[in-house]
Every structure is written in C-alpha cells, then in structure tokens.
C-alpha cells in the first residue's frame, strides 16, 4: 500500500525529555512537511524539507529540529525546549515536479503528543 | 498567500447539495484555491483546487467567481461519511514559495440523516 507512516499513533513525554516522532513515505515524492494541530485550530507548519539533506524553518520551528537523510524519512524531534508540546502532529509529503498546482501534500493518520 | 475566510459551522441534510463558501477577496493572479477536509482525529484529505476556471472532479466540483474573489465548493449529494472540517486554502503554487499550505480554522461540516 503507498501512502505516509506516522509512527506511534500516541506518544507521552516527560519534561525535559526529548522525543522523536517518525514519518515514513513510499510514494517518492521528494518534498515533506511537519505541521502540528491544537484543538479546534487549523494546522501550523514546523518544517519542511524539498529535497534530501536540506530543510527549511516554517512558521513554528522553535523546539524542533528535523533531519532528512533519506528520501522516504523526515523524523521530527520535539525538545525540551518545547514548553508546549502536547499537539497532534501530522506529517505529509508531495512532488515538486511537473505541474506544481498539482502537486497535492498527501496527509498521514498523525501522531498525538502528550506530556505527563 | 491570501487569507481566507470561511463561516466556522454549517449543518446540511443527508442526500442534499453542501455549497461551502469562501472569501478570499486579496486574492493575486498567481494564486490557486485549494480545498482540503479533515475527518475527525485524521490527516486532512486533498478535494478539489483550480485557478479561475470552475473545475469538478468524484469528490466535489468547485466554483470560483470571475472576480476570484470567492469560491463555493459544491458536495453534491452529501453523506454522513462528509461530516468533517473543511479548509479553503489560497496559495501561489511555485517551488520558490516551498509548495506550503496555510490552514485557517476552516468551516466544521455536520451532516445530518
């Protein structure tokens, strides 16, 4: 089946703890997206990659940090120096060639983070 | 990318046309209307998008006024399975810009039997 993994579906974290939450495609696309969810509101971009090796801030990196050293994988870190954190992330994936209209970010089923 | 505004909640009969409105009266040239919906507890869901032309496809058809200042995405024979939160999203459509969407609180759709 071809589509985008987030994974665990549920995840709690400690203060002070950092954790990561994985996000795997098999749909070659090139470029991946991290955007975090709070209740009742719309979705907010973390980062997003556009090709292996290189990602870019959106608009709420701070207590983040990415890597992209594979094509089919963008994990997202949340650190410690995320004083907020409990979220539902979500993580998607698009081409960045052909007609760039047409290239649609495809959605995961999201990670919910909670802090205990 | 323009901002857009939608009505938060609309409740619509089973079996009936959904019409969602969409302002987005700063518009540019450049700028495409997308249209995702979000199901509860899930990853929002790619519709419709277009330009300036109407456009339709097995999910739902699209209406954009010739100013391109509003849009009307059309369910056309609504179902319980439609109840979700529906976003319209105004982006330029460029590598440049980073292919980025930009969610607003989006209008929560409730289909009722």
């Known amino acids: 089946d071809g589509g985008i993994t987030q994974s665990p579906k549920y995840l709690f974290r400690k203060e002070g703890q950092n954790v990561t939450l994985s996000c795997e495609q098999n749909?070659?696309?090139?470029?991946m997206y991290w955007y975090r969810q709070d209740p009742g509101q719309g979705l907010r971009l973390i980062y997003y990659s556009q090709i292996v090796n290189d990602f870019q801030k959106g608009d709420i990196a701070e207590g983040y940090s990415v890597s992209r050293e594979k094509k089919e994988s963008f994990p997202l870190t949340v650190t410690s120096a995320q004083k907020n954190p409990t979220a539902f992330y979500l993580c998607?994936?698009?081409?960045?060639?052909?007609?760039?209209?047409?290239?649609?970010?495809?959605f995961g089923a999201g990670t919910r983070l909670s802090v205990l | 990318d323009a901002k857009t505004t939608q009505p938060p909640s609309m409740d619509c009969a089973e079996g009936r046309a959904a019409n969602l409105p969409c302002n987005h009266s700063t518009i540019s040239g450049n700028e495409y209307v997308y249209w995702y919906r979000q199901i509860h507890s899930q990853g929002p869901q790619y519709i419709i998008h277009g330009l300036k032309n109407n456009e339709t496809n097995e999910m739902a058809s699209l209406i954009i006024t010739e100013d391109r200042k509003s849009s009307t995405l059309i369910l056309p024979h609504a179902t319980l399975r439609d109840t979700a939160v529906y976003y319209c999203i105004v982006r330029v459509a460029s590598l440049a810009a980073g292919n980025k969407l930009t969610f607003g609180g989006g209008t929560r759709v409730l289909v009722k039997p």
């Open positions: 998607a994936s698009s081409r960045t060639s052909g007609t760039i209209a047409k290239n649609i970010q495809y």
């Open positions: 749909l070659n696309h090139d470029a």
